[in-house]
């Protein structure tokens, strides 16, 4: 399989919906409702941008203590939790996952009906095992159109910001990066140790992906500029001892550094990868979202 893994969507998970909610408000960034799902005893509100990639916020529905789906990244307002890729067939592209070895699940038909618009159907499917679903991209494909399902928000149809530029992705060691590599024919990894930070950080030119890993001796840092914003070894590693190796972060994508500075409450820009980033400076969500101006 080598198609690139653009990302359709980003799904975070928070116990409480309204909360959420209005912690992107204070943000500048004002969700909208987008009702329940048919399965999986969830409901959702979204950010969508230019580019048509969104943020989705889920939590469990009302009257629902357990939820099918995500219910410990719910309980533990973790965020990130999972990522989706738009595909042709998600019939297809789970069968050519098994042709690879790899294991499957789906697909599965859901839908939504929001408060206002259209109500939309759509499939979706699951590539790997338990352990590693959060890791690669789950596959989805509309069965309405897909406008049904997603279409620019009002709060940020004149942002500075276009769209996902990224995703951050936890994991235990970047030997991960292989994965990559054979399922979507990855070029080799660009690996880099950032010492203030105590990670070990993998990206590949050109693509949406990045992976982030504890570093050894995370106790030994040389204290970033703001250490209570982006991703630290020890917070990473809290992170996957509660939750596994999944997406961990968000990196919106940005042309114009200085009027997003103006635009969201914003820590200074710093290199990352072949860009710079600025970290989304709220004790909330400053952990785990940032805006990033890619480079080559």
């Known amino acids: 399989m080598s198609r690139e893994p653009v990302v359709d969507h980003v799904a975070t998970t928070w116990s409480d919906l309204d909360a959420a909610t209005a912690t992107f408000e204070d943000l500048g960034l004002a969700p909208e409702y987008g009702?329940?799902?048919?399965?999986?005893?969830?409901?959702?509100?979204?950010?969508?941008?230019?580019?048509?990639?969104?943020?989705?916020?889920?939590?469990?529905?009302?009257?629902?203590?357990?939820?099918?789906?995500?219910?410990?990244?719910?309980?533990?307002?973790?965020?990130?939790?999972?990522?989706?890729?738009?595909?042709?067939?998600?019939?297809?592209?789970?069968?050519?996952?098994?042709?690879?070895?790899?294991?499957?699940?789906?697909?599965?038909?859901?839908?939504?009906?929001?408060?206002?618009?259209?109500?939309?159907?759509?499939?979706?499917?699951?590539?790997?095992?338990?352990?590693?679903?959060?890791?690669?991209?789950?596959?989805?494909?509309?069965?309405?159109?897909?406008?049904?399902?997603?279409?620019?928000?009002?709060?940020?149809?004149?942002?500075?910001?276009?769209?996902?530029?990224?995703?951050?992705?936890?994991?235990?060691?970047?030997?991960?990066?292989?994965?990559?590599?054979?399922?979507?024919?990855f070029p080799t990894a660009d690996v880099r140790h950032d010492p203030e930070r105590g990670i070990d950080v993998a990206s590949f030119a050109g693509r949406t992906v990045t992976l982030v890993a504890p570093a050894d001796g995370v106790g030994e840092l040389t204290a970033p500029a703001r250490p209570d914003r982006g991703p630290t070894g020890e917070w990473l590693r809290r992170r996957l001892d509660r939750h596994g190796e999944r997406i961990c972060g968000v990196l919106l994508r940005t042309g114009d550094p200085?009027?997003?500075?103006?635009?969201?409450?914003l820590t200074d820009r710093e290199p990352w990868c072949r860009g710079t980033i600025s970290w989304v400076d709220d004790d909330r969500v400053g952990r785990w979202l940032g805006v990033v101006e890619p480079g080559d």
Not at 103 to 110: D, H, I, N, T, Y
Not at 258 to 265: E, I, K
């Open 35 to 185: 009702g329940e799902h048919g399965d999986g005893g969830t409901e959702m509100s979204m950010v969508c941008f230019q580019d048509g990639s969104y943020l989705e916020f889920v939590s469990a529905a009302d009257g629902v203590d357990d939820p099918d789906r995500w219910s410990a990244g719910i309980d533990d307002d973790a965020g990130p939790y999972s990522w989706a890729t738009e595909v042709g067939s998600v019939l297809g592209h789970l069968s050519r996952a098994m042709e690879m070895g790899h294991p499957v699940a789906g697909p599965f038909e859901s839908s939504r009906e929001p408060p206002e618009g259209h109500p939309t159907e759509f499939d979706y499917g699951w590539v790997g095992t338990r352990e590693t679903r959060g890791l690669l991209p789950f596959p989805i494909d509309d069965r309405t159109p897909r406008r049904y399902r997603a279409s620019p928000t009002k709060s940020v149809v004149r942002a500075p910001v276009s769209g996902i530029g990224a995703v951050m992705l936890a994991v235990e060691s970047l030997d991960r990066t292989e994965i990559f590599r054979e399922f979507y024919r």
């Open 258 to 265: 200085s009027a997003v500075q103006h635009r969201f409450p």
